[in-house]
């Protein structure tokens, strides 16, 4: 017999962003109670291309409305998906920027310092012998 388990839904809600040198990226997203799902998620690039994604997932399958201004690409809407794209294409974009995307050169990363020789210290032997007293004998008195 194969059993399945069944959790009750436990809504949640996080979220991250992240900045640095070569744009950011982000994402939010919360469960309710019944299980519906929404989130987005965005990616900014430092050329500044942008992408944000919103979506929804529930009894009804995954939805998303998918928005850039990405070369090449053109408003669609594919199986429940919405793709508006505001970036030219086509004859324009060739006309506008070559037939070639400019390359993306990445900043050579930075060499961290080499660190330090560890320094040779002089180490002295302990002295481990052990001086015990001595004791001499008595004659017993009487």
Not at 4 to 10: A, G, H, L, S
Not at 46 to 59: L, N, P
Not at 63 to 77: C, I, P, Q, W, Y
Request: charged share 25%; aromatic share 10%; net charge negative.
């Amino acid at each position: 017999m194969i059993f399945k388990v069944q959790y009750e839904q436990r809504p949640y809600e996080y979220g991250y962003q992240l900045d640095d040198t070569n744009g950011s990226h982000g994402h939010v997203e919360k469960r309710d109670e019944s299980g519906r799902v929404e989130g987005e998620y965005s990616i900014n690039l430092g050329d500044g291309r942008v992408r944000v994604v919103k979506y929804v997932a529930d009894e009804n399958g995954y939805r998303a409305d998918v928005s850039t201004d990405e070369l090449g690409t053109e408003s669609k809407n594919p199986n429940d998906v919405y793709i508006g794209s505001t970036a030219i294409s086509g004859f324009d974009a060739a006309l506008k920027y070559g037939p070639f995307a400019p390359p993306h050169i990445e900043k050579p990363l930075e060499v961290a310092p080499r660190p330090e020789a560890p320094r040779r210290e002089e180490v002295r032997a302990l002295n481990t012998q052990v001086n015990l007293p001595t004791y001499g004998t008595f004659a017993a008195q009487g």
